[in-house]
């Protein structure tokens, strides 16, 4: 049975085939229901921390990872950069993403899988609210090394609980010899202080 979709029900869910059902019903009301009326502030925090942490852009395709419908993509629009694909699970909410116009490809695309890509395709890696309860964890890191650059820019958000319960510091600590600079920057959810669970964690690392 599919979910009535809201955060609660996100945060439940426990396979990739659960994520696309339930972000299938969402992704029409996804923007007003839920990032507005929560105050989602996430895809514009982290899409700012990106732009302040490039000590200079130079050029290379960035990739948003679980872009949904568009959020990081269209923040990022409004910083200026263009060269961006838009990856996500979901068939629906990167159609409502497309009527955006802020992706230059979409791919549909699981994260716990080998994905569309070739290697070494991407400079800039960036994320919200997908490494979260319920959708992404660690092993999928693996995934995104392989098709970055050297060198390569992370800026992915991490919900706090999930970064423990899910073991990103163990992963963190394994991929030590892959990359460096990893700084761990606190950042809330929302915008209003009401959710109890509103704490995430921006990674930003390089790949080596
Ligand atoms: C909370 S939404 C965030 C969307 C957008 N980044 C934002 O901040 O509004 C999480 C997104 O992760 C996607 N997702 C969940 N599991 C996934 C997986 N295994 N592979 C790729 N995308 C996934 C969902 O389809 C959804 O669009």
């Given amino acids: 049975m599919v979910k009535k979709p809201n955060l609660d029900a996100a945060y ?14 969402w992704a029409e009301s996804y923007d007003h229901d839920f990032a507005k009326n929560m105050g ?3 895809p514009i925090r982290v899409a700012d921390a990106f732009s302040e ?24 629009n409004f910083h200026g950069y263009s060269d961006i694909d838009g990856l996500d699970i979901s068939l629906e ?16 695309g699981n994260l716990y899988s080998r994905l569309q890509i070739q290697d070494n395709i ?29 060198g390569a820019l992370f800026c992915i958000s991490i919900n706090s609980a999930h970064f423990v319960s899910a073991g990103f510091e163990k992963k963190f600590q394994e991929l030590d010899e892959k990359i460096t600079q990893l700084d761990l920057i606190p950042v809330q959810i929302y915008f209003g202080g009401e959710h109890t669970d509103g704490q ?4 930003i690392f390089r790949t080596r």
Avoid: W
């Fill in 12 to 25: 439940a869910l426990q396979s990739p085939s659960e994520n696309r059902l339930l972000y299938a019903e």
């Fill in 40 to 42: 989602y502030a996430l």
């Fill in 53 to 76: 942490n490039l000590n200079g852009f130079q050029n290379g395709r960035i990739l948003d990872v679980g872009a949904g419908t568009g959020l990081v993509g269209q923040r990022l």
């Fill in 93 to 108: 909410m990167l159609e409502v993403a497309k009527s955006k116009g802020c992706y230059q490809h979409m791919i549909i």
């Fill in 122 to 150: 991407y400079s800039y890696i960036i994320s919200a609210g997908t490494f979260t309860h319920g959708h992404v964890g660690p092993s999928a890191l693996d995934e995104l090394l392989r098709i970055s650059k050297p």
């Fill in 200 to 203: 995430g964690i921006v990674a």
